[in-house]
């Protein structure tokens, strides 16, 4: 079927064909010059773990969902809705009629209600968090080493501390606004896009030349907003190793060169903006594999585009050093947790490359091999002389001493098995766990799902786990921007390199790990597979 044969269904006007409302524009503008803001406070703002930092992005979120109810608005009012990309085309045959075996398809995916389950699942857990902190059980007071005690619903969520809840909630408040007004912003189409057909994506076969047309998304490339988002990421992420490098090796401890935090005074201990180096170890590994996916992205659609006698630009090559700073990074930070989850991630995107190459030639996959093995042996060349010392240490430290952390926490975890102790509660509680007064009071179980647990219950960690789930079906059954597998894939190493790291340290706990976090899960809930293709095809041009 030829581009020309899509069209929308006969004698019925598209709302989107309406000229968008001014104030709708500028309300879009707003939103995305506010997630470039976030994006870029989050990491450098010391990782946003001070007050002023915090409240300035839950701020930023808030205002993200006000912009996000105008636009809401705005469409109810006016009828007119802008053209989006998750808006399924209806195809016809060049007579006009309906064609029924495809448009058969479109209507089940025009039907997803994964956008729907989602929404359901954030309410469910704000109010999760609302109800603890509403139907408080205690408040710790710090000064007096107690908890006063209130009346409570014991089978309702609970809080055993009623202030720290409270935060925890308006916390997650703002994440959400977050996530769902970047999710409304991302799917959006530019101008450029909107004077195209709604359904150009899936007719770029005649671009790419193969007959099923099953590289169409990829000669066609990603949409322009997820572009210049995961540009703004790529940037931001290089600097910030680069950064943390130079301060790294010029034995500064002040954070930036101008904050000296109040834990981890000495150089080893921090790593650019943060005062913890795994923090700066995670946050990274969560930028680069999403880089690296959507750079190989961009190749391979400048590589079609080549093959067919056109133009294609080279500017994705200039991510290619701020991939590699960051890929080495956790090495050069010397954190063991890091360095494993980056040479997880290195190793399952050659996999993926090489899976994807196994009928190209053997100069590609050559090539492939090459590319991920350079950061690998600079990355040793440059941080293994103090970050060996430390694997090799690491049972006589009896995992730097979190076995007490663990073996108290799962006590908390047996005595608040379902509903949990309250968001946000660990810390207080954990005062009167420890199993003498000479162990330390610590802040974070270095263990994030047994933290969640702990605070949440089973019930709340359902409910989180439902919502990822839902997430990562998106790409099959949803709808949104047509996507290439190698960059899913990214996504998706990203996430799970993270939640792999969760098991045995903190990243979730640090509100920049937690932005970042749902924000490629957004990403991740706006891609979709091209429809009615199959596997890529690697032919030799």
Not at 219 to 245: C, D, K, N
Request: with cysteine.
């Amino acid at each position: 079927m030829r581009s020309d044969q899509l069209s929308d269904a006969p004698g019925r006007r598209s709302s989107s064909d309406r000229r968008t409302p001014w104030i709708y524009r500028v309300c879009d503008g707003a939103s995305e010059g506010l997630i470039y803001f976030a994006v870029l406070l989050a990491p450098w703002a010391l990782g946003t773990t001070q007050p002023w930092a915090i409240w300035t992005l839950n701020t930023n979120g808030y205002l993200l969902g006000l912009l996000l109810c105008i636009k809401g608005l705005i469409q109810w009012g006016s009828g007119c809705r802008p053209c989006r990309w998750d808006e399924s085309p209806v195809l016809t045959s060049s007579a006009g009629a309906v064609d029924g075996g495809k448009n058969r398809e479109l209507g089940r995916t025009s039907r997803s209600r994964l956008p729907l389950c989602l929404g359901l699942l954030t309410i469910v857990i704000l109010g999760y968090c609302l109800a603890s902190a509403l139907n408080a059980r205690a408040t710790y007071l710090p000064h007096e080493l107690r908890f006063e005690y209130y009346d409570a619903i014991r089978w309702l969520p609970h809080s055993y501390d009623r202030p720290q809840t409270w935060q925890f909630f308006w916390r997650a408040l703002a994440l959400a606004c977050f996530f769902w007004a970047a999710r409304d912003w991302l799917l959006g189409k530019t101008r450029a896009e909107r004077r195209e057909m709604p359904s150009a994506s899936w007719a770029d076969k005649d671009l790419s030349g193969s007959s099923d047309g099953s590289i169409g998304a990829m000669g066609r490339g990603p949409s322009q907003r997820l572009g210049r988002l995961v540009w703004v990421l790529t940037i931001s992420g290089g600097l910030l190793a680069a950064e943390g490098m130079v301060q790294r090796w010029s034995r500064s401890d002040m954070l930036l060169w101008i904050v000296q935090p109040k834990i981890n005074r000495t150089a080893e201990g921090q790593f650019g903006p943060y005062a913890y180096r795994s923090n700066a170890a995670q946050y990274l590994n969560l930028v680069w594999p999403v880089s690296a996916g959507f750079c190989g992205w961009l190749g391979r659609r400048a590589q079609i585009r080549r093959s067919r006698g056109l133009r294609a630009s080279r500017r994705y090559l200039v991510l290619i050093p701020f991939i590699g700073l960051m890929a080495i990074s956790p090495v050069v930070a010397t954190t063991r947790g890091g360095a494993i989850v980056a040479g997880f991630s290195v190793l399952a995107l050659a996999g993926v490359s090489l899976a994807r190459l196994r009928r190209g030639r053997w100069t590609q996959k050559l090539g492939v091999v090459l590319l991920f093995l350079i950061p690998i042996e600079l990355a040793l060349f440059l941080g293994w002389t103090d970050l060996g010392p430390r694997f090799a240490s690491v049972l006589s430290e009896n995992l730097s001493g979190r076995s007490e952390i663990y073996e108290n926490a799962r006590s908390m975890a047996e005595d608040f098995p379902w509903l949990g102790s309250g968001p946000g509660t660990f810390m207080w509680l954990y005062y009167f766990y420890r199993g003498d007064r000479s162990q330390s009071w610590q802040a974070f179980v270095h263990d994030d799902w047994l933290e969640t647990r702990i605070t949440f219950g089973r019930v709340g960690l359902s409910f989180i786990l439902l919502a990822l789930g839902v997430v990562a079906t998106h790409w099959r059954w949803g709808r949104g921007i047509t996507s290439d597998g190698l960059f899913v894939a990214a996504l998706w190493i990203s996430l799970g390199g993270c939640l792999l790291h969760a098991c045995y340290d903190l990243p979730l706990q640090i509100y920049s790990i937690q932005h970042l976090f749902l924000l490629i899960c957004c990403v991740a809930f706006s891609v979709v597979r091209c429809p009615h293709f199959g596997r890529p095809s690697y032919t030799r041009p």
